[in-house]
C-alpha cells in the first residue's frame, strides 16, 4: 500500500518524507489556500518545491471546468515536473479529458469520487488513479469504506489498472480499514501516518527494558 500525505504543508510534507515511508502527496485547491499559496505562479512554484521534497509522486489540481481549459491547465501543470500527476474532477468534460490525458501518456488523479459508477468511469477512460473521498460520504452517514470495496471488486473483475486511492482519510483507522480491503493507495494527514506507530504497551514495554539495561548497567 502506497502512503500519501493530503497536505500543501510543506513541512508536513518533509516530517513524512524524514519517516522513509511516503510514497507521494496530493493536495487540492483548499489544502494550496490553507497554505496561504495564491495566485497561479506561486501555486506553479509551490509544486515544484513539493516535487523537490519528495521522491514519489504529486497530484496537482486543475480548476477549469471545461474541456479546453481542463487540457491547457493539465499539460501545463505536467510540463512543469515529472513527478506531477494532473488531478481532474469527476465531471463530464474531466472524463474527456482523462482519456485525452491518457492517450498522451499524461498521468491523471480523477477526484471527487463518490460513487461506483464515477470510478467505472474514470478507470474506463484512463485514470492513473481514482480517488473515492471516503471521510466526506462518512461524514453524511453513508458507508466510505464500503465504496472501496466496491470499486476494488470492479476493477479487479476486469483487471483495470486504476490505483484506488482511498481520500479524504481523517485518521489511522481509516487507513487500517483501507489496507484490509485492498486499496492501493491511501492518502491523509500526517497524524493519520504518525498516529500508526502508538501503542501504549509498545512505551511500557520500553521504559521496562531501558530501565532493567540501567539496572544491570
Ligand atoms: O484531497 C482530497 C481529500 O483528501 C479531501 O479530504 O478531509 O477535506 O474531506 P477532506
Known amino acids: 500500500m502506497k502512503f500519501f500525505i493530503d497536505t500543501a504543508n510543506l513541512n508536513q510534507i518533509k516530517d513524512a518524507q ?5 510514497d507521494g502527496v496530493t493536495t487540492n485547491p483548499s489544502l494550496m489556500a490553507k497554505e496561504g499559496i495564491t495566485g497561479r505562479k506561486n501555486i506553479l512554484k509551490h509544486y515544484i518545491d513539493i516535487c523537490k521534497a519528495v521522491d514519489g509522486d504529486v497530484s496537482a489540481e486543475v480548476i477549469s471546468v471545461d474541456f479546453d481549459g481542463i487540457i491547457k491547465e493539465g499539460e501545463e501543470l505536467a510540463a512543469l515536473h ?4 494532473v488531478k481532474v474532477p469527476m465531471i463530464k468534460e474531466g472524463v474527456r479529458a482523462l482519456k485525452y490525458f491518457s492517450d498522451k501518456n499524461i498521468r491523471t488523479n480523477c477526484t471527487l469520487i463518490f460513487s461506483a459508477g464515477q470510478a467505472l468511469l474514470a478507470a474506463k477512460a484512463g485514470a492513473t488513479y481514482v480517488s473515492p473521498f471516503i471521510g466526506r460520504l462518512d461524514d453524511i452517514s453513508t458507508d466510505g469504506l464500503g465504496l472501496i470495496v466496491e470499486i ?6 476486469y483487471a483495470f489498472e486504476t490505483e484506488i486511492l482511498a481520500a479524504s482519510i481523517r485518521h489511522t483507522m481509516h487507513v487500517i ?12 494527514p500526517l497524524s493519520s501516518i504518525v498516529g500508526l506507530l ?8 520500553l521504559k521496562k527494558f531501558l530501565e532493567d539495561y540501567k539496572k544491570g548497567n
Open 18 to 22: 524524514e519517516l522513509g515511508v511516503l
Open 152 to 157: 476494488r471488486e470492479i476493477y479487479d473483475n
Open 82 to 85: 515529472p513527478q506531477i500527476v
Open 177 to 188: 480499514q483501507c489496507a484490509k480491503v485492498g486499496a492501493d493507495v491511501m492518502t491523509g
Open 198 to 205: 502508538k501503542h501504549p504497551l509498545t512505551d511500557i514495554g
